[in-house]
């Protein structure tokens, strides 16, 4: 089903507030801006781009089949798909960009839960670095209340999403521990009367569920944030520096960047990234290239070679998104889509992606300002429709 005619221009800033900043249209102004609204730290300020896109391009004549059968040209799809940027990489050269109206190309845009992927980049560099292990007990650098969620769980269990862990990933509650967890990170006011937390009290005090780690995916974002939190205690350097220093910086990411952070200066490791989609196609060159951008080894060859070959299939299975990749996996926070070419990808809310065919060489960046959160039949759908793509500027049929 054809999605319908997004907005085109947000609200008057004055009605942009924390309350509905991840509400639409708010949104087509917010994911933008979002240090405007929520504290957010510098990862890099940037310089800026210097060479010109080549536009549309490649995508004005694709036409592209959607799983319900329909037919569209790959610009109307991004045009009524509530696409806010493109970026296409074929052999490390932007082949396609393609921006909607509101958005500036310039100013970083966020990649929520694609932030979960960087973090599992930046454990793979300290690891390398000889500060972590992925075997060792969270508690080894994070401390959480007894009998807790992660009181007994190991770093590769946050790495993997294989925490049993009792969590809703309920995007729309306002009362729940999602919320509790929302307004811990300040991305939600507070509720009348309720006492502030951290998002490090909230993370210490989840329950576990019954069962042993490493079993099971689960998704939940409070696993991610712990994650950062690990790699922060583990390099004694605060995560948006080590990250500027240790990824973006050498990657060669050019626009500003950003992560938003809670009231002590944690930062949302698990989804509170603002970067450009240029430097985000950038970091997915870095992955296609096994872990290396200018002639250096960013990340560890054999941290990239472990994402794309291993992950518990039986914990894929019997987790929570089997159905959005039958032959998938998940391994240090990204996704293995279990097709032919050996495709990852990287998946945000509100429909953000990263795509990444290395058959054909190509590498796809769509961010977006989707009105809903989550909606299974539309992350399909883009699953289906950056895979053609791929394959269509990769030169298959």
């Avoid at 960013?298 to 794309?308: E, L």
């Avoid at 391994?331 to 058959?359: F, K, M, T």
């Avoid at 992350?379 to 791929?390: G, H």
């Amino acid at each position: 089903m054809t999605d319908a005619a997004p907005a085109s221009q947000p609200p008057p800033r004055d009605r942009i507030r924390l309350g509905n900043w991840r509400t639409h249209p708010a949104s087509l102004w917010s994911f933008q801006n979002v240090g405007e609204l929520v504290p957010s730290a510098d990862i890099l300020r940037g310089e800026g781009e210097t060479e010109p896109g080549p536009g549309a391009g490649a995508l004005d004549a694709m036409a592209l089949v959607a799983p319900d059968g329909e037919r569209t040209s790959a610009v109307a799809h991004l045009e009524n798909s509530h696409g806010d940027a493109f970026v296409a990489l074929r052999d490390g050269q932007i082949v396609a960009e393609w921006c909607a109206p509101h958005c500036d190309p310039a100013r970083p845009h966020i990649i929520f839960s694609i932030s979960k992927s960087v973090t599992g980049l930046l454990a793979g560099i300290a690891v390398a670095d000889g500060m972590l292990d992925p075997e060792a007990p969270v508690t080894d650098h994070v401390a959480v209340q007894p009998g807790s969620a992660f009181a007994d769980a190991r770093v590769r269990d946050l790495l993997d999403m294989t925490v049993a862990i009792d969590f809703e990933e309920n995007y729309l509650d306002r009362e729940s521990d999602f919320d509790r967890y929302r307004r811990a990170m300040l991305w939600n006011p507070e509720h009348d009367g309720s006492a502030p937390e951290t998002l490090h009290e909230v993370l210490a005090s989840l329950v576990r569920a019954p069962g042993a780690h490493g079993e099971r995916f689960r998704y939940a974002s409070p696993v991610t944030d712990m994650l950062g939190m690990v790699v922060e205690k583990a390099t004694g350097i605060r995560y948006h520096d080590y990250l500027a220093r240790r990824l973006f910086g050498p990657m060669g990411a050019r626009g500003p960047s950003c992560v938003t952070v809670d009231r002590e200066g944690t930062a949302r490791a698990a989804g509170g990234i603002s970067m450009t989609a240029r430097d985000l196609a950038r970091l997915g060159q870095l992955v296609l290239d096994g872990g290396a951008a200018g002639g250096r080894q960013i990340v560890p060859v054999d941290w990239i070679a472990d994402i794309r070959t291993n992950g518990k299939r039986s914990a894929w299975v019997d987790g929570d998104f089997a159905g959005l990749f039958p032959d998938g996996r998940y391994r240090s926070c990204w996704y293995a889509v279990g097709d032919d070419n050996g495709s990852l990808s990287c998946i945000g809310i509100h429909e953000q992606w990263l795509w990444i065919d290395p058959v054909n060489k190509v590498v796809l960046v769509k961010m977006s300002s989707r009105p809903e959160p989550s909606h299974d039949p539309a992350t399909m759908r883009e699953a289906s429709m950056l895979a053609q793509i791929a394959r269509k500027l990769g030169g298959a049929a």
